[in-house]
């Protein structure tokens, strides 16, 4: 059968790197093989040990030295070089890195970047070629349901994510082990269930800019996958459970949605 493919995007530090393995080890401990793949260029180190690594074909640093380019216009050529690359680098994944059932593909802290350039739409081309399913999990602070025009404009980026590279889109809250239980009583995260929820925080801000979002909620409400929002800690391990879940429920319902 061939493997089913997760990508994790979102803002900067939300724990992208971090969870890929925490996933990747939770899946290994349940029984399952995993291959992850790093489509980062800047990344020093890594937490996991990647099948494929965009570094053995790019870095970014080395750009820099070489195009005396500054870290972002050398994250943006190296993600250029990486995206001409791209089917070759994946190469491994025709015969499916072996028969593995999850690839887990880590991307760049520049969320911005990834997304606005061909490497994203590349990207689920290839892995629509050779993975039976593709979805994404969109990685989030879950200290931001407690900012809930910062958190709208979250799930605002999870549907850009969506519609750029054409699969499915799911937002996941991690670190809850760093947020109080207080903090995600008021708000958990789910937008489908809680939607009036988000819709009154929003309106109590007074704002035109949380106006503005409670308006974009609607178009975030149709076109955002219904599901709950799994709450995890990559550190801890808390909630793996309930994202694998999430991943099983995707994968049945679409995976692509090109
Ligand atoms: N408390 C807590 N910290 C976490 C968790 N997950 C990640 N972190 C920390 O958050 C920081 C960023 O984690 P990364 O995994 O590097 O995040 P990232 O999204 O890959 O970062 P970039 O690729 O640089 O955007 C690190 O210091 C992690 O240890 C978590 O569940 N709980
Ligand atoms: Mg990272």
């Given at each position: 059968?061939?493997?089913t493919?997760?990508?994790?995007?979102?803002?900067?530090a939300?724990g992208?790197?971090?969870l890929?393995?925490?996933?990747?080890?939770?899946?290994?401990?349940?029984?399952?093989?995993?291959?992850?793949?790093?489509?980062?260029?800047a990344?020093?180190?890594?937490?996991?040990k990647?099948?494929?690594?965009?570094?053995?074909?790019v870095?970014?640093?080395?750009l820099?030295?070489?195009?005396?380019l500054?870290p972002?216009g050398?994250?943006?050529?190296a993600l250029?070089?990486?995206?001409e690359?791209?089917?070759?680098?994946?190469?491994?994944?025709?015969?499916?890195?072996?028969?593995?059932?999850y690839?887990?593909?880590?991307?760049?802290?520049?969320?911005e970047v990834?997304?606005t350039?061909?490497?994203?739409?590349?990207?689920?081309?290839?892995?629509?070629k050779?993975?039976?399913?593709t979805?994404?999990?969109?990685?989030?602070?879950?200290?931001?349901v407690?900012?809930?025009a910062?958190?709208?404009?979250?799930?605002?980026?999870?549907?850009?994510t969506?519609?750029?590279?054409?699969?499915?889109t799911?937002?996941?809250?991690?670190?809850?082990?760093?947020?109080?239980?207080e903090?995600?009583?008021?708000?958990?995260?789910?937008?489908?269930?809680e939607?009036?929820?988000?819709a009154?925080?929003?309106?109590?801000e007074?704002?035109?800019?949380?106006?503005?979002?409670?308006e974009?909620?609607?178009?975030?409400?149709?076109y955002?996958?219904?599901?709950?929002?799994?709450?995890?800690?990559?550190?801890?391990?808390?909630?793996?459970?309930?994202?694998?879940?999430l991943v099983?429920?995707?994968?049945?319902?679409?995976g692509?949605l090109t």
């Amino acid at each position: 059968m061939p493997p089913t493919a997760v990508v994790f995007v979102g803002p900067a530090a939300s724990g992208k790197s971090t969870l890929t393995r925490a996933y990747g080890e939770w899946l290994v401990r349940n029984g399952y093989s995993v291959a992850v793949i790093n489509l980062d260029p800047a990344v020093k180190r890594l937490p996991y040990k990647a099948s494929i690594d965009v570094r053995d074909l790019v870095r970014a640093e080395e750009l820099m030295e070489r195009e005396g380019l500054g870290p972002n216009g050398a994250l943006v050529r190296a993600l250029e070089i990486a995206a001409e690359e791209l089917s070759k680098l994946l190469e491994p994944l025709s015969n499916g890195l072996g028969g593995v059932d999850y690839v887990l593909v880590d991307t760049p802290g520049q969320m911005e970047v990834f997304l606005t350039r061909d490497i994203s739409t590349a990207l689920a081309s290839e892995l629509g070629k050779y993975c039976g399913a593709t979805l994404a999990l969109f990685v989030v602070d879950a200290s931001f349901v407690g900012r809930p025009a910062d958190y709208a404009f979250t799930l605002l980026l999870a549907i850009a994510t969506q519609l750029r590279m054409g699969v499915v889109t799911v937002p996941v809250l991690n670190k809850v082990d760093s947020v109080s239980g207080e903090a995600l009583s008021k708000f958990t995260g789910d937008l489908i269930s809680e939607y009036g929820t988000l819709a009154k925080l929003l309106g109590g801000e007074g704002s035109t800019y949380s106006e503005m979002l409670e308006e974009v909620l609607e178009v975030i409400a149709r076109y955002g996958k219904a599901t709950a929002v799994p709450k995890v800690s990559a550190l801890t391990g808390e909630g793996l459970e309930d994202l694998h879940r999430l991943v099983l429920e995707v994968r049945c319902g679409c995976g692509d949605l090109t």
